[in-house]
């Protein structure tokens, strides 16, 4: 009887693992072990740890919870809010070792690898996207300053993001997350 495939299980060891220890600590024997497989399977599903990687990254991205900042039924800026929420609790939930894939990639390995580069920025492509028609649908609500650069706001918001996760995790604290909500909901966005 044939054994039945470890993909999935090597996948989400590989997510698991380049999120809390990154990619250069992340061996092979890592993931292998943490999924339960024998080191020589991983090379029966990827090529490469770089491709466990770019799996995870996708992975990764499904997890996000873009559907928190799309799904009708409350105003934008509430969802953008609760969207951002659901992240820091993530972070929090996970004793602050643990920050945002795609930023922790693209900061590690981009420079590395053209493959990895490109994928981190399609990711911060659509997640720019993604908040920019939240901020557009603000807009046509009569909730957001009409005059306000969209596009531009979006990626400061997820620049704002991203920089306010690397200060929580190392001040073990959500104080940054409190002064990013401050900043850009009660400042920028009013």
Not at 111 to 117: G, K, L, Y
Not at 137 to 161: V, Y
Request: hydrophobic share 45%; net charge negative.
């Amino acid at each position: 009887m044939a054994r039945a495939s470890k993909r999935e299980e090597i996948a989400e060891a590989a997510l698991q693992q380049f999120h809390t220890h990154g990619f250069n600590a992340t061996g092979i024997s890592d993931i292998t072990a943490a999924a339960g497989a024998p080191k020589g399977s991983f090379y029966n599903h990827f090529s490469s740890k770089e491709e466990s990687a770019l799996e995870a990254l996708s992975r990764y991205g499904a997890g996000l919870r873009f559907d928190i900042l799309t799904t009708p039924g409350r105003p934008a800026l509430e969802r953008l809010r609760a969207h951002f929420e659901h992240l820091g609790r993530d972070t929090v939930d996970s004793g602050f070792t643990r920050g945002c894939l795609v930023g922790n990639l693209g900061a590690e390995v981009a420079d590395h690898s053209e493959e990895i580069r490109t994928a981190v920025r399609r990711g911060f492509d659509l997640w720019a996207s993604n908040i920019r028609q939240a901020l557009t649908e603000a807009q046509e609500a009569g909730d957001l300053d009409g005059a306000l650069d969209t596009a531009a706001a979006a990626r400061f918001i997820l620049s704002a993001w991203e920089g306010t996760l690397i200060v929580a995790r190392a001040d073990k604290s959500t104080a940054p997350f409190e002064a990013f909500f401050h900043m850009v909901f009660d400042v920028t966005l009013r």
